[in-house]
């Protein structure tokens, strides 16, 4: 089923980070606030999450939170004073695995994301999907060893055969379970598992070492919120990653703009929604070509046979700081213009 109950004859659409640096209604917040604060006082959250939906239209309203969470819950001293993400100490050797420490129950820990998406669910309009989000479990794994996702990861791809990443991962899956219950059972309709790092492994090592974690994961969060749907992204990721998930309790797979969606469409089971996949770089095109290429890019996957019925529209990652906001009013209009019957 699709996660936009009345979608309609026309394409739904949201965007990764699209309440982010870039919107004026973010910054206002900010001069008076820190991303942390912002994150962790449900009001704040909820209305920066609200901002875009009522200044743009989007058909969805994603959580505004971070991803780093579960980090800071096993005591890894998560702090954002700096600018970007940083932690008190990484996972260098199997040894540190005996540092990490549930700081409280999770339920507790994460109930900031509970009130946040309780008082979203109250002033949403009823046609606004409420989607939450957590980290996948690699990409988690890779912030705790390197403290950050991008570059060789060489230490990370160590650990998944040094023990790192298995004992890691035995005490992140249930800190990530509770984190998505949490927000599933206090409003969100749906919940992404975000994984932007899973692009950098081959698809051999993602098809035998972080698919079973995902299924693990994924397994438990059906079992305890049968009703709510699952998006998974991933970043830099081929077919052959794609072939390799196991998509049973995956309901939208969300992929960036180096995948093709018609390609991408044909590999996914009937149930399986594709959301994707203009780079968020287009929209700080000039506005008239930005619009006609994105509407020459829909015509060409109307033309090579996509299923418009089972496509949700997007960026193929997040919305880029500086980027223009009358892009996005525009871009969001001209793909609610699609016609999906």
Request: net charge neutral; hydrophobic share 40%.
């Amino acid at each position: 089923m699709d996660i936009f109950e009345n979608r309609g004859s026309t394409l739904p659409v949201w965007f990764m980070r699209q309440a982010g640096r870039y919107h004026s209604h973010y910054q206002g917040i900010k001069k008076n606030s820190d991303f942390m604060t912002m994150c962790k006082n449900p009001e704040l959250a909820c209305e920066v999450t609200l901002g875009p939906i009522q200044d743009f239209g989007f058909n969805a309203a994603i959580l505004f939170s971070d991803l780093l969470f579960p980090l800071e819950q096993l005591g890894m001293g998560l702090s954002y004073h700096s600018g970007p993400p940083t932690l008190e100490w990484h996972l260098q050797s199997v040894d540190d695995i005996k540092k990490l420490k549930v700081v409280k129950p999770g339920k507790e820990f994460y109930a900031f994301q509970g009130e946040a998406c309780k008082l979203l669910r109250e002033r949403l309009p009823k046609d606004v999907t409420l989607l939450g989000f957590v980290g996948a479990p690699f990409t988690l794994y890779t912030y705790a060893v390197e403290g950050s996702h991008a570059g060789n990861l060489v230490s990370a791809k160590q650990g998944l055969y040094d023990g790192r990443f298995e004992a890691f991962t035995k005490i992140l899956l249930p800190e990530v379970l509770e984190e998505m219950v949490v927000q599933a059972t206090n409003g969100a309709q749906a919940v992404c598992l975000f994984d932007t790092a899973a692009g950098e492994l081959c698809a051999a090592d993602y098809k035998e070492l972080i698919v079973p974690k995902i299924t693990e994961l994924l397994a438990n969060f059906k079992a305890k919120c049968p009703n709510t749907k699952v998006i998974y992204y991933s970043k830099h990721t081929q077919a052959g990653h794609l072939k390799a998930l196991d998509m049973k309790n995956i309901d939208v797979i969300g992929v960036d703009w180096r995948c093709d969606l018609v390609e991408v469409q044909k590999l996914l089971p009937p149930h399986v929604f594709v959301q994707g996949n203009l780079d968020p770089a287009w929209l700080h095109l000039p506005e008239e070509l930005m619009l006609k290429k994105a509407a020459i890019y829909y015509d060409d996957l109307r033309a090579r046979g996509l299923n418009f019925n089972r496509w949700i529209g997007g960026l193929g990652h997040g919305v880029l700081i500086q980027t223009p906001e009358n892009n996005v009013r525009k871009l969001v209009k001209l793909i609610q213009s699609q016609k999906i019957g």
